[in-house]
């Protein structure tokens, strides 16, 4: 399975930024789709995700600022991301798990706030 990132790039505190994933290949039903970042120095952390049933978790970092969306069915799942800061500068990646507990990633998409 290959998950394919786009959307990243600079942008300024305060603005907005989308990101995509499509997901392809060998596939098991999708049981959640989401984004994690990793920050220089930090482990990657969970920022949004949702799941096949329905349920969507955030971060609290970035509750209020972030919305996750996306079609399980079509293997996309999108960030929309508001009132960035310069501390959501990572390197965000998407996830996708199965519903035998695969887990696939993503190679990655920059995202730069400058302050």
């Known amino acids: 399975v290959q998950l394919v990132e786009s959307g990243g790039g600079l942008v300024q505190a305060g603005g907005s930024l989308r990101i995509s994933c499509a997901a392809s290949?060998?596939?098991?039903?999708?049981?959640?789709l989401g984004w994690y970042r990793q920050a220089p120095g930090n482990q990657r952390e969970l920022v949004a995700r949702?799941?096949?049933?329905?349920?969507?978790n955030y971060a609290d970092s970035v509750k209020g600022r972030f919305i996750v969306s996306g079609d399980i069915a079509k293997n996309t799942v999108y960030l929309q991301m508001n009132s960035l800061k310069p501390e959501d500068t990572a390197v965000y990646y998407c996830?996708?798990?199965?519903?035998?507990?695969?887990?696939?990633w993503g190679q990655g998409t920059q995202v730069t706030v400058s302050s």
């Open positions: 290949g060998s596939i098991g039903s999708i049981k959640a």
């Open positions: 996830n996708a798990v199965d519903i035998d507990m695969n887990s696939a």
């Open positions: 949702f799941t096949s049933g329905g349920s969507t």
